[in-house]
């Protein structure tokens, strides 16, 4: 082993063991469970929410009838509406409580 080599293993040597790491904050991984299931209840709340809602605009409140060829398919339309919404909001809502509550634990 030559003198430089002797001096570039000391020094790696050195640095290995003398060196600090940069430390990183460990961020706990989000409840993927919690966030899906926050989005499907709701997802069914809001497409009960569309159902209703296609419910309380028929002026016979007991039997569905539509006066056009656009709004025959207005029950489903409003449903799928209603559920689209609630999974947006739910899984809003979830990962917006986690990131929160992670946020909370981080300044203590």
Do not use: W
Not at 10 to 22: D, E, F, I, K, M
Not at 102 to 107: A, H, L, P, S
């Amino acid at each position: 082993m030559t003198k430089y080599e002797y001096q570039l293993s000391v020094t790696s040597y050195q640095l290995l063991h003398t060196t600090q790491l940069p430390t990183t904050n460990y961020h706990s991984p989000m409840n993927f469970r919690a966030i899906i299931f926050s989005g499907v209840v709701t997802a069914a709340i809001g497409a009960v929410v569309g159902l209703a809602a296609t419910r309380i605009g028929q002026r016979d409140f007991n039997q569905l009838r539509f006066e056009g060829k656009h709004y025959e398919g207005m029950q489903n339309r409003y449903v799928l509406i209603g559920a689209s919404v609630g999974l947006a909001v739910g899984l809003g809502q979830e990962c917006v409580r986690q990131l929160k509550a992670e946020r909370d634990r981080e300044t203590e």
